[in-house]
């Protein structure tokens, strides 16, 4: 059953009429507004093109926008870089794998907590592999040798090092099989039920929809829909939403 909408969250993360893009000739966010409130999944989905992942990469400052404003706890973000983020408390586990391979686990964990000092680097560590048991059990194993669903509870893992107040996670299910695929979206459930802000782009809607509160459907780049996840998760057009197709804006 999806999760209930939130009575009374507050926004933790504002984009307001944000234009960007990956070149001049190639803009993608075409005066995108929304909000992902505090200690919610805020799931994105659309047609391939929409701009779901641009939304994270220009959030997480890969991507500057070139007008608009981005705001985080009501901060103007817009010039932030991805060091200057992850200080702030936003971290990022992108599409696909990032890691290091030829290193082991424990030196990738090491890596993405290279910012914090080096007393409480270790207690961190095992915060995270407390959640991660199977990650324990290979810490000491090349990432590369790790399966794809270990693959992914590291990288998440390492992004939960910083304890970070928001998460960015696009398509955490590839290529993972459906129970990895739930392991996955119950831990993301449990960070936000215990106060992180989730924002999520995810192919796998019907399964997202489940643990979401909200769904915004993006369509050529702005908003087109915003409803509590468990009226999307209901809706007969939902293939249609986000396959592509117009639907009705939002009211102002």
């Keep these: 059953m999806a999760i209930d909408e939130a009575r009374g969250a507050q926004p933790m ?14 803009t993608i966010l075409n005066g995108t507004t929304f909000d992902a409130r505090a200690g919610e999944i805020t799931l ?7 701009g779901k992942s641009t939304v994270l990469k220009t959030l997480f ?3 500057t926008p070139r007008s608009g404003e981005i705001r985080f706890e009501s901060r103007r973000i817009n010039a932030r870089t991805p060091r200057e983020l992850l200080a702030d408390g936003i971290a990022f586990v992108p599409q696909g794998r990032n890691l290091f391979g030829s290193l082991s ?14 007393a409480d680097l270790a207690a961190r560590i095992d915060e995270v592999l407390a959640r991660f048991p199977r990650i324990r059990e290979r810490i000491d194993n090349q ?10 509870q590291l990288e998440i893992g390492r992004a939960l090092l910083l304890r970070p107040r928001v998460l960015l996670i696009d ?3 590839i290529g993972l099989s459906p129970k990895l695929v739930q392991d996955v979206m119950t831990l993301l459930r449990a960070l936000a039920d215990a106060g992180t802000t989730v924002l999520m782009v995810e192919q796998n809607v019907r399964t997202a929809l489940k643990y979401a509160n909200r769904a915004l459907v993006l369509e ?7 409803r509590p996840a468990a009226e999307l998760l209901d809706d007969a057009d939902l293939n249609r939403l986000f396959l592509g197709g117009h639907v009705k804006a939002p009211a102002a």
Aim: hydrophobic residues 40%.
């Design 143 to 152: 990432a590369s040798t790790l399966s794809g669903g270990e693959q992914k």
């Design 44 to 50: 994105l989905i659309g047609p391939n093109g929409a």
């Design 171 to 173: 398509e955490p299910s």
């Design 220 to 226: 050529m780049g702005r908003l087109a829909l915003d």
């Design 61 to 63: 400052g890969i991507l």
């Design 105 to 118: 686990v424990r030196h990738n964990l090491e890596l993405g907590g290279i910012t914090l000092p080096r």
């Design 13 to 26: 993360i504002v984009f307001e009429n944000v234009v960007a893009g990956y070149s001049p000739s190639l």
